[in-house]
């Protein structure tokens, strides 16, 4: 059975850092991109990041680009985000996504809320 599992979300104060982790089962991990995406309360889910499969490349939306980092380790089966200078705009509930064709695999998500 694919799992992909998130962790890591809570409260963080703005301006604080963030660390999500995101592990995956049921599949081979290196060869699939993995992906970051959010979806904030009465919005629709949007792109956040992604990476290759080996790691090589990665993908960011503009606002976010400078600010997260995503990475990856294939040995351990996990994709992280790393979010730094935090505001109260990137509350959402963060999902881990799994893509290689013709699959696509998502995660149950994790909140993140950037409160004071």
């Known amino acids: 059975q694919v799992q992909i599992v998130e962790s890591g979300g809570g409260l963080v104060q703005p301006g604080g850092s963030l660390r999500l982790s995101c592990v995956g089962s049921g599949f081979t991990f290196n060869n699939y991109y993995m992906s970051w995406h959010r979806q904030a309360p009465g919005k629709e889910r949007e792109f956040v990041a992604e990476?290759?499969?080996?790691?090589?490349?990665?993908i960011y939306e503009d606002s976010v680009k400078g600010r997260f980092t995503i990475s990856r380790d294939n040995g351990k089966n996990k994709v992280y985000l790393q979010m730094n200078s935090r505001t109260p705009e990137n509350t959402a509930v963060y999902y881990c996504?799994?893509?290689?064709?013709?699959?696509?695999?998502w995660g149950q998500g994790t909140q993140v809320t950037v409160s004071s």
């Open positions: 996504k799994g893509h290689s064709l013709p699959w696509c695999n």
């Open positions: 990476i290759s499969m080996s790691g090589d490349h990665t």
